[in-house]
């Protein structure tokens, strides 16, 4: 997770999130090259005087920087394609996991079991404990099997929020009457957190999401345990 003076990416958790990292790292590159390059042009035409009497025009030079930046342009357009609609396919989920955004509380529906289903609020400060981080931990986290494909379908019952992990590069609008569908399948074992981010209200920020990733036998055992 993200901790203070931490201004990149999170590490991913899930392969879409990694291909997410490497694809801004790609972007930054290519980033880099156009100011360096930029910056170099600016500084030689504050130093040198670029006039002379003979050249009136320069078809090649014009030529040359009118199809180079859009070749650029290709190179970061391709793979970007590549990864929405990467993100998009719903590969043959195993599970399938409701969330839904309230004022100012997300509530969770496991559709596969019957009954399965609770409120995530936020651990309020006066509770905190060495082991739980301010704003962000829930008194009742959403426990996923690890390495398996997920379906999550996010609504909203009041006003608009937004489902977030981004460690899992996973952002899904929730709107009243409408079902919105992401996937993901989490890579490793651990405690993953994410906040709203659509402004819904006096406690946005107090609505944090917390997953906590398990081997398969560890989240059937905690499914059988809750669904007594
Ligand atoms: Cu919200």
Redesign the pocket.
Known sequence: MTTWLNMSLQDGASPIMEQLVFFHDHVLMIMLMITTTVSYMMITLIRNKQTSRFMLEGQMIETTWTIAPAIILVFIAMPSLRLLYLMDEVHNPSLTLKAV?HQ?YWSYEYSDFTKLEFDSYMIPQEEQQESTFRLLDTDNRIVLPMNSPIRMIVTAADVL?SWTIPSLGVKTDATPGRLNQTSFSISRPGILYGQ?S?I?GAK?SF?PITIESVPAKYFINWVSKMSE
């Open positions: 955004g100012w929020h709203c659509e819904c946005h609505m």
